[in-house]
Nanobody
Framework: VQLVESGGGLVQAGGSLRLSCTAS?????????IGWFRQAPGKERKGVSC????????YYVDSVKGRFTISSDNARNTVYLQMDSLKPEDTAVYYC????????????????????WGQGTQVTVSS
């Protein structure tokens, strides 16, 4: 399995970016969970969003709800993360990963894994 992220870059606060995660060696057959994580300098990697295609659900951490949208295109073997209203605190390296994700009644989501990671793409938001 190989995951390749793209779409990162430098953007001003309030701007938008769309990240892509293209998978190979992985069955994009409508039964998969893929998540986006981010890691800021000196901080641990944390989950941002996840799509559970088998139940048609998407999950987000509270800090990005209403600003980020995760989606998928099975024909292109690609999961996207549309990021709007970006803030300087969104600056990080963003990674996609194959995992299992579940709803958290308290908000955000639980996950197990990840089993595979991409190489990451840098997102920098200037103030």
């Amino acid at each position: 399995v190989q995951l390749v992220e793209s779409g990162g870059g430098l953007v001003q606060a309030g701007g938008s970016l769309r990240l892509s995660c293209t998978a190979s060696g992985f069955a994009f057959d409508g039964d998969y969970n893929i998540g986006w994580f981010r890691q800021a300098p000196g901080k641990e990697r944390k989950g941002v969003s996840c799509i559970n295609s088998s139940v048609g659900r998407t999950y987000y951490v509270d800090s990005v709800k209403g600003r980020f949208t995760i989606s998928s295109d099975n024909a292109r073997n690609t999961v996207y993360l549309q990021m709007d209203s970006l803030k300087p605190e969104d600056t990080a390296v963003y990674y996609c990963a194959v995992l299992n994700c579940y709803p958290n009644p308290a908000g955000s989501f639980f996950y197990t894994g990840p089993d595979y990671w991409g190489q990451g793409t840098q997102v920098t938001v200037s103030s």
